[in-house]
């Protein structure tokens, strides 16, 4: 990952650590394999009507966690190296007329400059928004 790249994640990472941002994660392959198993574990045990009740109990347990709060950090750090770019061009954006020498250099910059702070999370979460189709969380 290139230096400035790497700067600018961590101070993604540190901006969200230091709000406390959650953001929801979907899991819909996970939640069509609890359907899946409940339906097979039901057909097993009661035949055609356990396949019925074990669906409808699979399809009810998927859907009521279907999405999960994670700490915003921990997503990031998982992007792949396309919507790491995405997020990379978002904040840049704002920090365009900023130089920094490495990334405690950048935080203590950004996070000494309130309207600058805020310019960035308002990139980030409009990213994590848009392009990650995520619900958003503070503080619990």
Known sequence: MAPRMDDIMRLCCEISAHDEIKVTVKNS????????????????????????????VGSLVSWLTSEQFRPLPQILMELPPAQRQQLYDQVA?????????????????????ATLQQQVTAALLNYVTKELRSEVRYKD
């Open 93 to 113: 954006a704002v920090l365009n007329n900023l130089n920094w020498t490495d990334a405690a250099q950048l935080i203590a910059l950004v996070m000494g400059n």
């Open 29 to 56: 392959a996970k939640g069509a394999m609890v359907a899946a198993g409940g339906a097979f574990v039901g057909g097993m045990l009661a035949g055609p009507p356990g396949l019925a009740v074990g669906g409808t």
